[in-house]
């Protein structure tokens, strides 16, 4: 089954400062991956995600990168703003996303904090 | 709640109850799922559903049971088996291939 790794565990920076978490998976099919961004005692909400057929997407302040013969995908945040502080989760699928299982494998999140 | 409801928001349970949270979505969403997640910690799956009348066990099934007889509702009974409930309990939906989670906003659970 998929496996997703994801460092740093804590990041903090300085406003307008850029931050990057970077997340690794196992199962070479995976090929959908989504980034969630879930502040304190809120829910998860997508910020951003990526399908395997691209390397890169951008939205604004934020960008993911996917590096399939690697097996990671990272995020990136640019210019780094105090309400950026969150907690960020990646994912992969369980399996090719929309197969017969049908979950996604979360990484152990990164508390991100940005001091102004 | 951007289409999935999760209530009550607060929950406290003596021991030996059960207790049952309840997840509603207006999305027509075919898969739900629940999470739990404890202090400072990442999400672990329960129990999820890809279709009405269908369910499955996640990681950490033990201690809980749900349903699933309409598309809209995914129920989430703590029983008294569960002998570390205390946690925040997030429900999600899925809509089709290529869609990402919708999350509820979530109902704290602490034993009392």
């Known amino acids: 089954g998929e496996n997703v790794e994801q460092h740093p565990s804590t990041l903090s920076v300085q406003e307008g400062d850029s931050a990057v978490i970077k997340c690794t998976y196992s199962?070479?099919?995976?090929?959908?991956f989504p980034w969630y961004k879930q502040e304190l005692g809120k829910r998860p909400q997508l910020i951003i995600d990526i399908r395997s057929n691209v390397g890169e997407k951008k939205d604004q302040r934020i960008a993911v990168t996917l590096n399939k013969t690697a097996k990671h995908f990272s995020l990136h945040i640019t210019e780094t703003q105090p309400e950026d502080s969150a907690v960020y989760f990646c994912?992969?699928?369980?399996?090719?996303?929309?197969?017969?299982?049908?979950?996604?494998?979360f990484g152990t999140g990164t508390l991100l904090a940005v001091q102004p | 709640d951007g289409g999935i409801t999760q209530s009550p928001k607060y929950l406290f349970r003596k021991e030996g109850q059960n207790v049952t949270l309840s997840c509603e979505q207006n999305?027509?969403?075919?898969?739900m799922y629940w999470y739990r997640q404890d202090p400072g910690q990442g999400l672990r799956l329960i129990y999820y559903?890809?279709?009405?009348?269908?369910?499955q066990k996640g990681d950490i099934a033990e201690g809980y049971s749900v349903s699933r007889e309409k598309k809209e509702s995914f129920p989430l009974t703590v029983t008294s088996a569960q002998k570390n409930p205390t946690a925040f309990y997030l429900c999600?939906?899925?809509?089709?291939?290529?869609?990402?989670?919708?999350f509820g906003s979530g109902t704290r659970l602490t034993v009392v």
């Open positions: 994912a992969a699928p369980q399996t090719p996303y929309g197969g017969a299982t049908n979950k996604l494998i």
């Open positions: 199962d070479s099919a995976s090929n959908y």
């Open positions: 559903s890809q279709i009405v009348n269908d369910f």
């Open positions: 999600a939906s899925r809509g089709g291939v290529n869609y990402g989670y919708t």
């Open positions: 999305l027509n969403h075919d898969a």
